[in-house]
């Protein structure tokens, strides 16, 4: 059972990304999912998360209006859209399925010039 992040990479300010989370071992679609980031020396803060049916998105306020979230549960994935990136938004970007001990081991994500 795990959960794998991908499409992490070095990305210029104002460029885009997208994150993938994949399940193997369980039915992602059965579980709300959240993204978290956790950048050098910082807390790991929460990004945004979807509920099962993808129906509902919540993101935070540093990211609102640049990062989409999104799933498609027949391919037990769901993706992070990330646009408008800044230097702010280089971290360790991780999934979770909501309430549970499933965690990826994390993708890098570095915006710079």
């Known amino acids: 059972v795990q959960l794998v992040e991908s499409g992490g990479g070095l990305v210029q300010p104002g460029g885009s990304l997208r994150l993938s989370c994949a399940a193997s071992?369980?039915?992602?679609?059965?579980?709300?999912l959240s993204w978290y980031r956790q950048a050098p020396g910082k807390e790991r803060e929460y990004v945004g998360g979807?509920?099962?049916?993808?129906?509902?998105?919540n993101y935070a306020d540093s990211v609102k209006g640049r990062f989409t979230i999104s799933r498609v549960n027949a391919n037990n994935t769901v993706y992070l859209q990330m646009n408008s990136l800044k230097p702010e938004d280089t971290a360790v970007y991780y999934c979770n399925a909501v309430g549970t001990r499933y965690w990826g081991q994390g993708t890098q994500v570095t915006v710079s010039s």
């Open positions: 979807i509920n099962s049916a993808g129906g509902r998105t």
């Open positions: 071992g369980f039915t992602l679609r059965t579980y709300a």
